[in-house]
T-cell receptor
Framework: AQRVTQPEKLLSVFKGAPVELKCNYS??????LFWYVQYSRQRLQLLLR??SRESIKGFTADLNKGETSFHLKKPFAQEEDSAMYYC????????????FGKGTKLSVKP | NAGVTQTPKFRILKIGQSMTLQCTQD?????MYWYRQDPGMGLKLIYY???????DKGEVPNGYNVSRSTTEDFPLRLELAAPSQTSVYFC??????????????FGSGTRLTVV
């Protein structure tokens, strides 16, 4: 069965330090992966999709099929990056259903 | 441009009561979803719809019902509320063009407490 694992509930770093939020997945098909972010008092929003190979707000994520991982990285964390981050896997083909990890709370300290 | 609108934002129900969580989107998205999020857990899919008149069960559908009479609206009905349904409920919509979603747009959530 498909599964998304985010091993860290909380990640605390200092401003300017590198950040890596871990995500591992289990899926027998070809994975379509996403990162979503929820800032304080805001709704959940899409941060990036692996298929777009984009960089949003300085964040990047590379799909590693060998390690079944989709870690989110940023070289220099900013205080405004503090938020909950959710990794998600699309399954069900064209149905577009997402399964979410439990989330990692990123806290960037000044 | 409202996006996805959920009402109410908060609600307290007594055990056995019923209610409908409303969800409306104005982006002409074909797909809509209902998720619930329990504390410390990820979002779990309750029901989804791929278009008007079509709905299907997700991972945790028991105790809920949905309908999709229009593209815009996707209400979630709770019958005979139970404490286990205390959760935050999120509605989302997406557009699929090439077989996978272009990313969900979420509503702000409804925090439901059943006492």
């Amino acid at each position: 069965a498909q599964r998304v694992t985010q091993p860290e509930k909380l990640l605390s770093v200092f401003k300017g330090a590198p950040v890596e939020l871990k995500c591992n997945y289990s899926y027998s098909g070809s994975p379509e992966l996403f990162w979503y972010v929820q800032y304080s008092r805001q709704r959940l929003q899409l941060l990036l999709r692996h298929i777009s190979r984009e960089s949003i707000k300085g964040f990047t994520a590379d799909l590693n099929k060998g390690e079944t991982s989709f870690h989110l990285k940023k070289p220099f964390a900013q205080e405004e990056d503090s938020a909950m981050y959710y990794c998600a896997l699309a399954y069900g083909g064209s149905q577009g259903n997402l399964i979410f990890g439990k989330g990692t709370k990123l806290s960037v300290k000044p | 441009n409202a996006g996805v609108t959920q009402t109410p934002k908060f609600r307290i129900l007594k055990i056995g009561q019923s209610m409908t969580l409303q969800c409306t989107q104005d982006m002409n998205h074909n797909y809509m979803y209902w998720y619930r999020q329990d504390p410390g857990m990820g979002l779990k899919l309750i029901y989804y719809s791929v278009g008007a008149g079509i709905t299907d069960k997700g991972e945790v559908p028991n105790g809920y019902n949905v309908s999709r009479s229009t593209t815009e609206d996707f209400p979630l009905r709770l019958e005979l509320a139970a404490p286990s349904q205390t959760s935050v409920y999120f509605c989302a919509s997406s557009y699929t063009g090439t077989g996978f979603p272009y990313g969900y747009t979420f509503g702000s959530g409804t925090r439901l407490t059943v006492v």
